[in-house]
């Protein structure tokens, strides 16, 4: 039962995720619907009543089940029989074929002396005329001397005198309804059946599972589609309460400020030349939206008045990095709303820190297949930058590999665009502690 739940508890989850695609399907269905009676608008109906002769019935057993009983039934198989309807078709308007006709036809009984004739159309006078047709031939064949159930002297018991149709507006109403519920049950399954196979990591526990490594913070990033947009990102960029309070926190996890409350590098605004952090923001070319993390980290810290440094340097996928590069490529205009305190280098090869800077951001994108941090500033800490949706456990871990192997140990995530049902924690941890010195043995 639990599994059954989990199972529920993961589809509600995926179905609210996914609710704009199911919400597309259903409102495509309900077009769908509402389009059907509209260009199929519902035939006219007509009835003719026929009533046969108690004499003939008596004669015949009775039938309790409350079905047509054996003599009702003849008379039905009578009335539609192609005797019947070649005579009718002289006086059908339009002209059909017998096939045609007989399509055109219902045949039924409201009594078990009284056969109903019901014709269907498109125009209402000829849907008059053609059970009228087939109702006086009828009743002509078996008042007939060569009738082969022998002569029954039945009458027209009401021609159809007019035709009617259901409403346009109710039959709207009907079909849009059913349309919208069949949309949104392929909706539903078309959903389920495409997330069944994706393994891209949503919640930031699963995140964090992945590498093993905590969630430092989590927050929406901007997506710049072209180097006016990233340039723009830098001079606007400012982000709601909780989600600077968020990035601060981030950054003292990562150990700025977290040794010295003195230093200022988040609070008083003072620096001492040897109170330097330096921090490289890795993520893998699938997940581009994770590519604004190291920006705005950078625009953010610069608001606080920080001298920052945001570092684009050699990238093993440089398609991912082209439009960014090509915005910092040359200085800001002097109109320029850039913060003062940040300064924006592009380089092709590996840096020093530049002097005065107390914060540098390098951001660095790995191939998500054969990832290989390329040379670039070495920082005091490496966090890895993850969308929420954009890349699988694989991926994070061979990018993870990678900067291990370059010396560079994953310190913490920061997760790009959380998942607004998600609400577990990503295992944050507590303030980084200090390296105690380990006892060492007396000698002597």
């Not at 977290?258 to 997940?287: C, E, I, K, R, W």
């Not at 941890?429 to 060492?440: A, G, I, M």
């Amino acid at each position: 039962m639990s599994q059954q739940a989990l199972d529920l508890k993961r589809s509600v989850q995926i179905l609210r995720r996914r609710k704009i695609l199911v919400g597309t399907v259903v409102a495509l269905g309900l077009l769908i619907g509402a389009a059907y009676p509209v260009l199929r608008p519902p035939m006219f109906t007509s009835t003719a009543l026929v009533v046969l002769p108690q004499s003939a019935q008596s004669s015949q057993p009775t039938n309790n089940t409350g079905e047509p009983d054996s003599y009702t039934a003849t008379q039905e198989v009578i009335a539609g029989s192609n005797q019947v309807l070649s005579r009718a078709l002289p006086h059908v308007q339009p002209a059909v074929s017998l096939d045609g006709l007989r399509s055109q036809i219902e045949i039924g009984s409201v009594t078990s002396l009284i056969i109903s004739i019901t014709a269907q159309g498109k125009v209402a006078a000829d849907v008059q005329a053609t059970a009228n047709a087939v109702a006086h031939s009828y009743v002509s064949y078996i008042s007939s001397r060569g009738s082969p159930v022998g002569h029954i002297s039945a009458q027209l018991l009401q021609p159809a005198t007019h035709a009617t149709r259901p409403s346009l507006a109710h039959q709207l109403l009907i079909y849009a309804l059913c349309g919208a519920l069949g949309g949104a049950l392929v909706g539903i399954i078309a959903v389920l059946a495409i997330s069944r196979n994706d393994r891209r990591l949503r919640e930031r526990d699963e995140i964090a599972n992945s590498i093993g490594v905590p969630v430092l913070a989590s927050f929406p990033v901007s997506h710049p589609d072209d180097a006016a947009d990233w340039a723009k990102l830098m001079e606007d960029y400012h982000p709601g309460v909780v989600n600077a309070w968020q990035v601060r926190q981030a950054l003292r996890l990562l150990g700025m400020g977290a040794d010295n409350p003195d230093n200022g590098s988040l609070d008083n605004g003072h620096y001492h030349p040897d109170d330097v952090f330096s921090v490289t923001v890795l993520s893998v070319s699938a997940d581009r939206g994770a590519l604004a993390l190291g920006p705005q980290l950078a625009a953010f810290a610069a608001s606080q008045d920080i001298p920052t440094t945001l570092v684009i340097g050699p990238q093993q996928d440089a398609d991912v990095t082209a439009t960014l590069r090509a915005a910092y490529a040359v200085p800001p205009h002097p109109s320029s709303n850039q913060s003062g305190y940040l300064q924006v280098i592009v380089s092709d090869g590996d840096i020093d820190r530049q002097p005065e800077t107390a914060l540098s951001i390098v951001v660095a994108v790995v191939d998500s297949r054969t990832p290989r941090v390329p040379p670039t500033m070495r920082t005091t800490a490496t966090v890895l930058g993850v969308s929420a949706g954009a890349a699988t456990a694989d991926q994070l871990a061979r990018a993870a590999m990678s900067a291990a192997d370059d010396g560079r140990e994953i310190s913490g995530i920061l997760v790009a665009d959380p998942e607004p049902t998600d609400r577990t924690t990503g295992r944050i941890p507590q303030l980084p502690r200090r390296h105690r010195r380990q006892p060492t043995r007396l000698k002597g």
